[in-house]
């Protein structure tokens, strides 16, 4: 599959395309539906189809594992702080609908910087639990 | 008449039961995990069910607030998201067990593996 | 302040856990587990001086006045196990300090340590939630550390034992979620309280449903916490897993399990409204079937670990007998059970895994002798046998004399018979250890006294645990005085 010429032309232009899409999903969580999860899982998505077209090393050399479990950790405790912030001032986070004004990041209360978190926290676990499978679990 | 009526309850039963089948009575560890999938699955139907009322909208706000009576109920979709992410955690540890299994054992047959000796 | 700090618990374990990580360095990851696990002792502790000072409290995540923030509920009983499960669990962190490089790869160990503060986490947030889907999040991942605190030894025994564990408790778990979901649909709740509510007004209207809610409940959390038939998991888990991870799933992740169960049971439905059903005859039966069957089982085992693992189903079953008593004085023994089990069961598993350790083999016949060689273990081991069998002022004779007063209060005299039946079953397999460990003449020959004795710091953990269970024991009035007013 490595060497199948079409499938390589045609991904150099769907991965970024995927890439966006799962970018304006995240970004757009608190005012349309979607949101962290979907688009995370979407992202990750774009990370499993190079490393299917263009090969484990290809992934590996853009972003290596310690550092995708790094990133995951801090997004995680991130995560805690701005949680453990909202619920120690009694829940602020969730604003009442009317909501969230494009372009406004925290017009939504702490739903957009959560969502990006999230999207991160998803795209990094989903594609590390992909590549334990495709290594034969280690 | 109820079981006519209420057929995504009924539905969701029947998957439940299908499942739950296939978890206790096969004998092959990947049958055993997808019949944990059905189950799940059945539950999910179950409960979004609960929360749908017939004639109303998503609980997605587009142009205007059509107050609470206009949408249906938000929270069985939002818990069983997070069932979602459970059941498939889960199922990513059991396929990783089942993977390890095999590398040691040579077989992914429950009771094979049980009649064999661990050391 | 207080009511905050439950939710401090549950974040800084967290929290901890996430940053291991980040520095992958085994002495940093054992530290920083040490050090949450102190911080949460020393809050769970305010909350228990807060909560006998002032009484029980909610704290509402979320929206604080609406119906659909998560509700926590902190009363007595919840404050107990939180001192307790922290008490423990930091011994246990403590002890496997020392010796958790026998048994976990080295390159594993920070992992490790990310997984029992997760435990940890979740078992806490079980005991402190008053909500049924969150309780069933944290369970699922309770479920899902616990099984990796299993598997981390990889060896063949760890992987069959961790599948098993794995599958029966998917059975149980969706058991659960569809228990909620039956709930849910008959309530429109979520909130325990604001559902005792619904239901204690129709239940009448809908007696199928509640039986199949409650026949749900019982077993999808049985399966989790090895009631009789459904314990078929539990031997291989706890006999192979690395010997902290034994003391931790015996000592109190079994247990956190019956406790939902009493909290779905009296708080969710009530007292009147099980006691009108079959359900707590089938508990009681099982129970009892567990106390007989368990010790049996115990007596043919010949390793040692697994001998403690069956006496485990044993004692779970004297916590079921008690829930299925259906009187609050049942109920208040069986979490006192809890209480008195998790400490001296989680300080036998630490001995044991200590005395297999330097005997260098898992079979009872191997550990004729240890007495000469290893005497301080094999007292402490004698301690906790002795209150598992009940002998007076140690904890396990204290909720074997309440269960057997519940009992003739509620006029079931035949009872108290399956109570004495299963003491003298404990006596028949406890003995035997350490009788021929003390007094074994068999193979002593080219044994020096105290040859093998493991240094006094490695001991401390364990004599911390059995001072502590014997202080259980000595203020076991105040204790059960303590718990009763829950209900």
């Known amino acids: 599959m490595k060497n199948d010429i079409v499938l390589r032309e045609v991904c150099k232009f769907m991965i970024p395309a995927i890439q966006l899409y799962a970018v304006y999903i995240i970004l757009h969580g608190h005012i349309s539906p979607g949101g962290g999860f979907a688009g ?9 189809i190079a490393h299917l077209v263009f090969g484990r090393d290809y992934v590996k050399s853009k972003f290596n594992f310690n550092l995708l479990i790094k990133i995951m950790s801090i997004c995680l405790i991130i995560y805690g702080i701005i949680k453990m912030y909202s619920f120690l001032t009694s829940g602020t986070h969730l604003p009442h609908p009317p909501i969230g004004v494009p372009g406004n990041i925290l017009s939504g209360g702490f739903i957009l910087p959560l969502n990006i978190l999230v999207g991160i926290i998803v795209a990094c676990v989903m594609y590390i639990v992909f590549d334990l499978f495709m290594e034969g679990g280690k | 008449m109820g079981i006519v009526t209420n057929y995504f309850e009924t539905c969701s039963i029947i998957l439940f039961g299908v499942g739950f089948a296939t978890l206790m009575f096969h004998r092959n560890l990947i049958k055993k995990i997808i019949g944990m999938n059905i189950m799940d699955t059945a539950v999910f139907l179950f409960f979004i069910a609960k929360g749908y009322i017939s004639g109303k909208e998503a609980p997605i706000i587009t142009n205007s607030y059509k107050g609470i009576e206009g949408y249906v109920n938000p929270v069985p979709t939002a818990l069983m998201l997070t069932g979602i ?29 049980i009649r064999m000796k661990g050391d | 302040m207080y009511k905050y700090f439950p939710l401090i618990n549950v974040f800084v374990l967290m929290i901890t856990a996430f940053t291991i990580p980040i520095v992958r360095k085994k002495k940093i990851a054992r530290e920083l587990s040490i050090f949450s696990n102190a911080v949460i002792l020393i809050l769970s502790i305010f909350i228990l001086v807060n909560v006998i000072s002032i009484g029980d409290f909610h704290y509402k995540a979320g929206y604080p006045n609406t119906f ?25 962190v403590i002890y496997s300090y020392k010796s958790i490089e026998h048994e976990v790869p080295n390159e594993k160990i920070d992992f490790y340590y990310i997984l029992l503060n997760l435990l940890l986490a979740s078992l806490l947030g079980i005991i402190y939630t008053n909500d049924l889907f969150n309780s069933y999040v ?28 794995l599958i029966m408790s998917t059975v149980g778990s969706g058991l659960i979620l569809m228990a909620i979901a039956y709930i849910y649909s008959l309530t429109g709740h979520l909130n325990m309280s604001l559902i005792h509510e619904v239901i204690i007004k129709n239940y009448t209207q809908y007696p199928n449903s509640v039986l199949i809610i409650l026949v749900l409940f019982t077993v999808g959390l049985g399966v989790k916490s090895a009631m009789f038939p459904l314990h078929g998991w539990l031997p ?101 059970h809890i209480v008195g089990h998790a400490v001296t069961k989680s300080a036998l598993f630490l001995c044991s895994g200590l005395m297999i350790e330097k005997v260098g083999s898992k079979k009872i016949s191997d550990l004729k002798g240890i007495g000469k060689e290893m005497p301080l273990a094999l007292v402490l081991f004698t301690l906790g046998a002795f ?27 035949s009872l108290v018979i399956i109570i004495l039946t299963s003491s003298i079953l404990n006596v028949i397999y406890y003995f035997p250890i350490i009788i021929n460990g ?34 259980v024991g000595g203020f076991s009035k105040n204790i059960l005085n303590f718990i009763s007013t829950a209900f």
Not at chain 3, 68 to 92: M, N, P, Q, R, T
Not at chain 3, 236 to 253: K, R
């Open chain 1, 40 to 48: 995370g899982t979407i992202l990750s998505c774009s990370f499993i």
């Open chain 3, 387 to 413: 209150s598992m069998i009940g002998i007076p002022i140690l904890p396990g004779f204290i909720s074997k004399w309440y269960l057997s007063l519940a009992c003739i209060e509620i006029n079931r005299l």
């Open chain 2, 85 to 113: 992410v459970v059941a498939v955690s889960t199922t990513a540890f059991a396929l990783a067990l089942t993977i390890k299994l095999h590398e040691k054992y040579g077989t992914i047959d429950l009771d094979e593996i």
């Open chain 3, 68 to 92: 659909f923030g998560i509700d926590w509920y902190i009363g007595s009983i919840e404050s107990v196990l939180s001192v307790l499960f922290a008490f423990v669990s930091l011994l246990i």
């Open chain 3, 236 to 336: 291989d888990a706890h006999s192979s897993a690395p010997t902290p991870s034994s003391a931790l799933l015996s000592g109190l992740v079994i247990k956190v399990y019956a406790f939902t169960l009493i909290k779905i049971l009296y708080r969710v439905f009530s007292f009147s409204i099980v006691n009108e059903t079959i359900i707590l005859n089938v508990i009681i039966l099982l129970g009892s079937c567990g106390m007989i069957f368990g010790s049996i089982m115990a007596i043919t085992q010949k390793e040692l670990k697994r001998m403690v693992a069956y006496s485990s189903i044993a004692q779970m079953g004297y916590v079921f007998f008690g829930i299925g008593l259906g009187t609050p004085a049942g109920v208040a023994t069986a979490v006192f």
């Open chain 3, 438 to 471: 003390f007094f074994g003449h068999e193979n002593l020959e080219g044994k020096v006294y105290k040859s093998k004795s493991v240094s006094i710091d490695r001991m401390l953990p364990i004599i911390f645990l059995m001072t502590a269970m014997v202080l």
């Open chain 3, 138 to 165: 944290f369970i699922e991942v309770s479920t899902l550390a616990s099984c990796g605190i299993i598997v981390i030894k990889d060896k063949k025994a760890n992987i069959k034992a961790t599948i098993k564990y």
